[in-house]
């Protein structure tokens, strides 16, 4: 009650045409309160309800979907053309629509077709964001990436279609399959790529960096969570002994892609690219923790998806609000922002810090659960794991300490920052602090 109490005082700071769509974002995302805590009250009597999907997990990821969008329209400035703003809108209500379907999806056919109308939207704002001629090789890799990685798990609709039914429920309860450790890595390389998994990861970084702020912000917040969360609902219709080869393989990749990624982090110029490698990181330790099978991996991904989802849109904001300001996100370029903009330099930090897992937000839980069952799994993955912890609290000081300290090219900037961008910032990293006074509730789920 509180946040909604300060979403609406944010929404009257705003003097804006497009009020009507936050004020719908908002309605909706007290709907899916009022839903979510009716599915852990269902959850808790063993009742599955097939309104819900049975899954508290889709409550609470789209309860989420539901606050970045809110805070994504706030990122819009008011000097933005209405044209161009009405057809944002258009793409954002079609996006939005599309996660709550697939979320909610217990049929494969509206399961499959609702995860791949999500890619249409955001291809849109990355073709149309900018003048750069990149933005049309970065469009083309996303859907490339996603689009042929989904032909398997088609032919794998389509094997139900001649055997069984589309439900998703009635397939994992009665009809579980048993195929090749081969055959389940295609059928689940539309998920991979999604995440996105080391080896299918180029096409994140480009799309970060030619999409617009909130795009970057849904992409890294929602659109990544898709695929872990099609992973978990397509991994329950094989039997966990079809994963047994195919799970050593897929965690030696996702761990040493992560330590590989982490010091390629270092190397980065841009922001947007840095924080976008960052997100492979968080993301290659999670689906790490996926294939453990493990309810101690399961609750550390559900974790990893909320706090990452908050934290990588809240850098993004950050770095939107220096680009606007300054023009560049050159990081050699925006040294020395403490000494202009003084007044950021707390969310800059604690969101550094939050993003190297720091104690005492919520992304800790997160990664010592996950480490905690990968450890169980094969404690040969301790070092591994001590270089991603390492590395990833190293690129995120490095993120800090680039940006803050020392002297930059510019001596000062036209535009201040306002009392509405604090706000901004403030919703970002109140559900971080305060979620850990019940972190009960993210153990509800099935």
Not at 105 to 112: G, P, R
Not at 178 to 183: A, E, I, K, T
Request: charged share 5%; hydrophobic share 60%; glycine share 6%.
């Amino acid at each position: 009650m509180i946040l909604l109490v300060l979403l609406m005082m944010f929404c009257m700071l705003y003097n804006m045409y497009n009020m009507y769509i936050m004020y719908m974002y908002m309605l909706m995302y007290i709907m899916y309160v009022n839903m979510s805590m009716f599915s852990l009250y269902l959850n808790n009597l063993k009742i599955y309800n097939y309104m819900f999907v049975g899954s508290f997990m889709s409550c609470l990821l789209l309860m989420m979907t539901c606050y970045i969008f809110i805070l994504m329209m706030m990122v819009i400035k008011n000097n933005v053309m209405i044209k161009q703003l009405t057809l944002y809108n258009f793409f954002y209500i079609i996006m939005m629509f599309g996660l709550f379907f697939f979320f909610l999806s217990d049929n494969l056919i509206f399961f499959f077709f609702f995860f791949e109308l999500s890619i249409i939207p955001i291809a849109l704002l990355i073709f149309l964001n900018g003048s750069q001629v990149e933005r049309i090789q970065a469009g083309v890799y996303m859907m490339l990436y996603t689009v042929f990685a989904s032909l398997p798990f088609l032919l794998l609709i389509l094997f139900f279609w001649s055997s069984s039914s589309f439900s998703l429920l009635y397939n994992m309860l009665y009809n579980k399959l048993y195929f090749s450790s081969l055959v389940i890595m295609m059928l689940l390389l539309a998920f991979l790529v999604k995440l996105p998994m080391f080896g299918f990861h180029m096409w994140l970084p480009k799309a970060h960096v030619e999409a617009p702020v909130m795009g970057s912000m849904v992409l890294a917040a929602v659109l990544l969570k898709m695929g872990s969360y099609g992973l978990f609902r397509v991994m329950s219709l094989f039997y966990l002994s079809c994963f047994f080869k195919l799970s050593l393989i897929l965690m030696v990749i996702c761990l040493f892609g992560a330590v590989l990624v982490s010091i390629n982090c270092f190397f980065q110029t841009d922001l947007k690219s840095l924080v976008a490698y960052s997100s492979v990181v968080h993301m290659g330790l999670m689906c790490g923790g996926i294939f453990t099978g493990s309810v101690l991996g399961a609750w550390g991904s559900m974790l990893m998806m909320l706090g990452h989802g908050l934290c990588s849109s809240a850098l993004f904001c950050l770095i939107n609000l220096m680009y606007e300001r300054v023009f560049t996100r050159n990081i050699f370029m925006l040294k020395g922002l403490m000494l202009i903009y003084p007044g950021l330099v707390f969310f800059w930090f604690m969101f550094c810090v939050i993003n190297m897992a720091a104690p005492p937000f919520m992304n800790i839980f997160s990664e010592v659960f996950l480490m905690g069952s990968i450890l169980k799994w094969s404690f040969m993955m301790i070092f591994l794991l001590m270089l991603v912890s390492f590395l990833s609290a190293g690129y995120s000081l490095f993120l800090y300490t680039m940006t803050q300290h020392g002297k930059g090219w510019f001596l000062y900037s036209s535009d201040k920052i306002l009392l509405k961008d604090y706000f901004m910032m403030m919703l970002h990293l109140y559900p971080l602090i305060f979620f850990i006074l019940s972190m009960e509730v993210f153990f509800n789920w099935s």
